[in-house]
């Protein structure tokens, strides 16, 4: 999903800057902006991939912003996630009920909200992702849904095929078992956290099946994390 452009609209400076620097380092194209209003004008001029957008906001609320993207053709279908210090349930609703996509309260973990923002480029704009992810031998066709390792085919389940291109499409990165069923499974789905071991165990069967370097690296007292070393010649 690199380079999908991504408009914040946030007033506080400090977390602009803190949504502008991981997006960034992400590989999106960000814009910030800081009131309603001047939001509204610029989606008039050029409509981004996704909006990070506050709930509360001067010159015009996130919540009226909300409401005329869903009312205007052009931003009908952006997907939208909002921000808010607010954590009652009606209020969640009542941001869904605007037209958002999704919903996160301050203050939240950056890593949760970097994984709420691919979900909903995935689900928008399939089309924009790589057709391929490779690592050394071991190769993903996103089209065919097909995992090879060395040219040979693996038989993976759905749930471990999504595990694997998902530790892949962030190599090195050490995801917590609660992250990852936020990311494989959905985050309305509870499952327990000990799932995320069953599939590891899996999946790990299946792709190093015969061979010795395993891509799939278990963080103790963290999680799992794609090797990002593998496939390198010297193994280090």
């Not at 957008?53 to 912003?65: A, K, Q, T, V, Y």
């Not at 349930?89 to 973990?109: H, M, Q, W």
């Not at 928008?124 to 050394?136: C, N, Q, S, V, Y």
Request: proline fraction near 4%; include cysteine; charge should be negative.
């Amino acid at each position: 999903m690199g380079g999908a452009r991504i408009l914040v609209v946030e007033d506080e400076e400090a977390l602009t800057m803190l949504l502008r620097y991981n997006l960034d380092a992400e590989g999106y194209e960000v814009e910030t902006v800081a009131r309603g209003d001047e939001a509204d004008t610029r989606l008039k001029e050029h409509v981004p991939d996704l909006v990070v957008l506050d709930w509360m906001l001067p010159g015009l609320s996130g919540i009226e912003l909300c409401r005329r993207l869903r009312a205007r053709d052009e931003t009908r279908q952006l997907p939208i996630i909002m921000l808010t210090a607010r954590g009652e349930e009606s209020e969640r609703v009542r941001g869904l009920a605007t037209g958002a996509d999704d919903y996160i309260v301050k203050p939240f973990s950056v890593p949760e909200l970097l994984a709420r923002v691919r979900g909903l480029l995935r689900r928008a704009r399939p089309e924009r992702m790589a057709t391929r992810l490779a690592f050394g031998d071991l190769e993903i066709d996103r089209e065919k849904h097909r995992v090879t390792r060395a040219g040979r085919a693996l038989e993976l389940g759905p749930t471990e095929y999504r595990l694997l291109e998902y530790l892949m499409e962030h190599p090195g990165r050490v995801f917590t078992r609660e992250q990852l069923l936020d990311g494989v499974w959905g985050r309305d789905i509870y499952i327990d956290e000990r799932t995320v071991d069953v599939h590891i165990g899996r999946l790990r069967k299946v792709v190093n099946i015969g061979r010795g370097q395993d891509p799939i690296r278990t963080v103790r007292g963290a999680g799992y994390a794609f090797d990002e070393r593998f496939g390198r010649d010297d193994g280090a």
